[in-house]
């Protein structure tokens, strides 16, 4: 079975610090993708970076930073220089494959994250 | 409009009410998705629609009842709901992974409808 898993329910960080969000996964598949996706209080689920499983480099969008290790089965996100905007629920996502053979996504149970002033 | 966007964003119905959420993508893509967010819980997919087909149904009960007339449009009909259905229904599109998408199944969400039925 394919799960996600986010210990941090919550964090706190000061502002311009970094911040790593943590997210282990298990999955039998040899090919998946992994998602991170931040939430504001507005509800719209917002994209923030992918990483492929056969991607060598760890991602990177802007201040955000997927830290992959494939043998751990983690895929942490890093926020570089936090901002006050930052705040919000992240969630780690993978995509894994249905019965019908179609790929859909599964969800952690996702970190809150409050950048402090 | 751009995006996914959803109506209404915010619903209150009763228990014997009838009601209807509605999401449109203009993004050109294939797929298109219904999840479920309780409060405290993980999203939950319920159900997914591929070239307007339903592929899957994620033992959502019948009381939810999902209608994809085309590619760019997706309902989701709601009646004799209980109290615990209050969630945040967010609507999402891709391009269908089986169709060159790839393991890249980045979904792109709408702003959801918040849904409280009393």
């Known amino acids: 079975a394919q799960k996600i898993t986010q210990t941090q329910p919550g964090m706190f960080v000061q502002e311009k610090e970094a911040v790593t969000l943590d997210c282990t996964y298990d999955t039998s598949d040899q090919s998946y993708g992994l998602f991170w996706y931040k939430q504001p209080s507005s509800g719209e689920m917002i994209f923030l970076i992918y990483q492929g499983s056969y991607d060598e480099q760890n991602a990177t969008e802007g201040r955000y930073s997927l830290n992959f290790q494939k043998a751990r089965k983690s895929a942490n996100l890093v926020i570089s220089a936090s901002q006050l905007g930052d705040s919000a629920m992240y969630f780690c996502a993978m995509s894994l494959v249905m019965d019908t053979g179609r790929r859909a996504l599964t969800f952690g149970s996702g970190t809150r994250l409050q950048v402090q002033p | 409009e751009t995006g996914v966007t959803q109506t209404p964003r915010h619903l209150v119905m009763g228990m014997t009410n009838k009601k209807s959420l509605k999401c449109e993508q203009h993004l050109g893509h294939n797929a298109m998705y219904w999840y479920k967010q309780s409060a405290k819980k993980p999203l939950e997919l319920m159900f997914v629609?591929?070239?307007?087909?339903?592929?899957e149904n994620n033992s959502v009960p019948s009381r939810f009842s999902p209608e994809c007339p085309n590619s760019s449009h997706l309902f989701l009909h709601l009646h004799t709901l209980q109290p615990e259905d209050s969630a945040l229904y967010l609507c999402a599109s891709s391009q269908d992974p089986a169709s060159g998408g790839g393991a890249n199944n980045e979904q792109f969400f709408g702003p959801g409808t918040r849904l409280t039925v009393l």
């Open positions: 629609y591929n070239f307007k087909e339903q592929t």
